[in-house]
């Protein structure tokens, strides 16, 4: 974990709502898909976490969504200006449990965690499908980068208004062996209810430090409490105790 300064080289909007900022320095402590950084903004208190979407050598990408003030403060900000984020926060998705045809699923916000790892698991050799949930056609974002990549790529949205009609169960009869997630938790119990593997599921959670010391994103699991934050934010599908 490493608190740095880094320099905005742009700042884009993707829909009406949801934009791509790319982040140029110190990426060395980001070391797997599915962590995240919790990014400070001026006149808030609290950072936001945000999941990594994509990184090189030089810069890493996130892509969030306004949901109040400190999304939308961070919305206007241009290309040049300086962000501090701790980077490298979380455990990550775990590659080596993948086998050769894995299906990756995301919905809304959930998304971007799973460019990278359908980049890694590409580069593995995977042959790689991704379903991508949305409530309608103008929330779509990053179809065409999933394409490019190699991946087969299923789009549905919840009015039909492109794609499959339904949620991402809807499109979930493939041939898969392996299932990695990420999305709002009742997607991830539809999606737990519904597959016919193992996996790894992505959990969105409200955070106050993001790296494990205020316990304020614990959770009770099949192997104890953990806190998503640290101990997360992704946990196999053999250790999810759902609530009601």
Do not use: H
Not at 34 to 60: A, C, H, M, T, W
Not at 170 to 183: Q, R, W
Not at 209 to 217: D, S, V
């Amino acid at each position: 974990m490493k608190d740095s300064d880094f320099k905005i080289e742009e700042n884009i909007a993707l829909t009406d709502s949801v934009y791509r900022m790319k982040l140029l320095g110190d990426v060395s402590d980001i070391k797997a898909p599915g962590q995240f950084v919790n990014i400070r903004i001026d006149g808030f208190f609290l950072r936001r976490p945000i999941s990594v979407y994509d990184k090189d050598e030089k810069s890493f990408s996130i892509i969030y969504k306004i949901v109040g003030a400190g999304t939308k403060a961070m919305s206007e900000m241009t290309r040049g200006q300086n962000i501090y984020a701790l980077t490298g926060l979380g455990n990550g998705y775990d590659l080596t449990l993948s086998k050769d045809k894995p299906l990756l699923i995301g919905g809304g916000v959930g998304v971007p965690p799973l460019y990278l790892l359908a980049k890694k698991l590409i580069e593995q050799g995977k042959s790689v499908t991704v379903i991508l949930g949305f409530n309608k056609k103008n929330e779509i974002f990053c179809e065409d980068e999933f394409k490019k990549l190699g991946a087969d790529v299923y789009i549905t949205t919840v009015d039909g208004s492109y794609g499959i009609k339904g949620f991402v169960t809807d499109a979930m009869e493939l041939d898969y062996s392996y299932i990695y997630t990420c999305g709002p938790e009742p997607m991830l119990k539809a999606v737990y209810t519904n597959m016919k593997t193992s996996g790894q599921f992505s959990f969105e959670e409200r955070m106050g430090c993001g790296f494990g010391a205020c316990m304020g994103c614990s959770c009770k699991t099949l192997t104890g409490y953990k806190r998503i934050c640290k101990d997360g934010p992704v946990l196999r599908k053999e250790e999810i105790l759902w609530e009601d």
